[in-house]
């Protein structure tokens, strides 16, 4: 069993510690679902996993490997909140580049099958947020780590990005955070709640209006 584990994350930003002794795992064949309030340090934590924001403080580990870098052992991919694939290449080509292996069963999605030979650039927001989010779920890497894959995505592609998730779960392991909380909530298998710099096991909305993330609607 693989696995992403990542323990002892601090971070500070000028005088604010965004986060203080956070801890998440995730096993292939899991998606871990991450809330947290505006500004409780999602993006900042998948970053540090990834490897573009340098913490104060962390111990990472690819099952016994400590990492410096999530980036640099290959196995870990990051979709970012804003555009990550240059506007001048082709959904074939970025397909070419990111997803090796299951290729195959990427094509098999109309909507990607129809428009390989198109650039990013001729995308409107949300067909380009679908199209990195499924390049992304069907890279090479073993995890994925998916900062707000449904921003900008209307109801019938929510669904589909969610199918997805839930195919290639068998493969890789998933980190993702969205503020559409009730596909979080669907597509994961078990939900971690950022709030005031730790971390936190949720088990049902209870939980999550316990921790005010969601209002106490009968207070
Ligand atoms: N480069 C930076 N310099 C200073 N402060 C930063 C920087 N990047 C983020 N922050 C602060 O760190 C906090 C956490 O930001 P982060 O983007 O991780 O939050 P988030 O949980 O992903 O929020 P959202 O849900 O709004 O995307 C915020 O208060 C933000 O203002």
Redesign the pocket.
């Known amino acids: 069993m693989q696995e992403l584990f990542i323990d002892s994350v601090t971070h500070i ?2 005088e ?1 510690t ?1 986060l203080n002794g956070v801890f998440i795992n995730c096993k292939i064949g899991e998606v871990v679902g991450l809330l ?10 998948l970053k540090i996993i990834f490897g573009s924001i340098k913490p104060d403080n962390k111990y990472l580990k690819l099952d016994d490997k400590l990492l410096t870098k999530g980036y640099l052992s290959k196995e870990i991919s990051y979709l970012p ?1 804003d555009n990550f694939i240059p506007n001048e290449i082709t959904v074939s080509d970025a397909i070419e580049i990111f997803c090796k292996t299951h290729q195959q069963k990427l094509l098999e999605i109309q909507f990607v099958y129809n428009n390989l030979k198109k650039k990013f650039r001729n995308f409107s927001g949300g067909e380009s947020r679908f199209l990195e989010a499924l390049i992304l779920i069907y890279s090479d890497s073993k995890f994925a780590l998916l900062d ?1 894959p449904f921003s900008q995505l209307a109801p019938l592609l929510v669904d589909e990005v969610k199918q997805q998730i839930h195919y290639m779960k068998q493969f890789k392991g998933f980190i993702i ?1 969205d ?1 559409y909380y009730r596909s979080i909530l669907d597509v994961s298998n078990r939900v971690v709640l ?1 709030h005031n710099g730790s971390n936190y096991k949720i088990n049902n909305i209870d939980d999550l209006i316990l921790h005010g993330y969601l209002p106490d609607l009968k207070a």
């Open positions: 930003f000028g604010q965004i947290g309030r505006n500004g409780s340090g999602k993006s900042t934590l909140q707000e955070t503020h950022l």
